[in-house]
């Protein structure tokens, strides 16, 4: 009997993911034809041939649903890294192979990407990038930069180890806001933008390092720390400042 009960789970497992992954492609495509703020929950049962009791099963609120699909870029993004990654250790190398290959994966739904924005934009919003709903996609984010450093041939001092990965993904959030109103073909402009930024970042990481320049790197932490809407509490707290010798 257990093992019918067990047969029977992993039979509605796969289901209950297509049903999960259905709702979220739906979602997907209304707020694309008619806008986040105009598609509600019921359309999207309606839409997805589903009951809006079934709908709210898999999604509490439309919010998550938005939720689930940064999961997914973090998810894909996770998967196209993979060989930037295993690869070249130059670290400018490495931030240019991240950062267009979240271009890549995020294309796809740069035309309504905007909608989006403009809600997660308020600090209040759990879509915001700094909101505690997003606390899986963030440290999805921030662990492949953590990655992408330590991988790289590049010294960095440990005091700042910690401290580098957050202020990567900080730089790719600012890179995420120009592309969502870059409206050159292929987001050609953000593009070009990693290409000429991604060396700088690079050679800014290499002379972190040197003991005169680390004041400088906490306080820019501290203060994106102190700050951004509600980062204080999601980051490694900063490590106290240390006069200079």
């Not at 492949?144 to 790289?152: E, K, S």
């Amino acid at each position: 009997m257990v093992k019918e009960e067990k047969d029977v789970k992993e039979v509605k497992a796969p289901k209950s993911e297509q049903t999960r992954t259905l709702i979220l492609e739906t979602a997907l495509r209304l707020f694309q034809e008619r806008g986040y703020d105009k598609t509600t929950m019921r359309a999207i049962a309606q839409e997805a041939g589903v009951s809006v009791g079934n709908a709210y099963y898999y999604f509490s609120s439309k919010e998550h649903l938005v939720q689930g699909f940064y999961d997914r870029i973090a998810a894909e993004h996770e998967a196209a890294v993979q060989p930037v990654l295993a690869g070249d250790q130059d670290l400018a190398v490495r931030i240019r192979g991240v950062l267009l290959g979240w271009l890549d994966v995020a294309e796809p739904y740069h035309r309504f990407a905007a909608q989006f924005f403009k809600n997660a934009a308020d600090p209040e919003s759990p879509l915001s990038p700094f909101s505690e709903d997003s606390v899986a996609a963030r440290d999805a984010a921030i662990s492949i930069h953590r990655r992408c450093l330590a991988g790289a041939d590049t010294k960095v001092d440990p005091e700042l180890a910690e401290l580098l990965p957050q202020l990567m993904w900080l730089n790719q959030m600012g890179l995420v806001l120009y592309w969502v109103y870059d409206r050159t073909d292929n987001a050609d402009r953000s593009r070009r933008l990693v290409e000429r930024t991604a060396p700088i970042i690079a050679r800014a990481i290499a002379l972190s390092r040197f003991r005169v320049l680390r004041p400088l790197v906490r306080q820019v932490h501290a203060v994106l720390e102190e700050f951004l809407p509600g980062a204080t509490g999601h980051m490694t707290a900063h490590t106290p400042e240390r006069p200079p010798r």
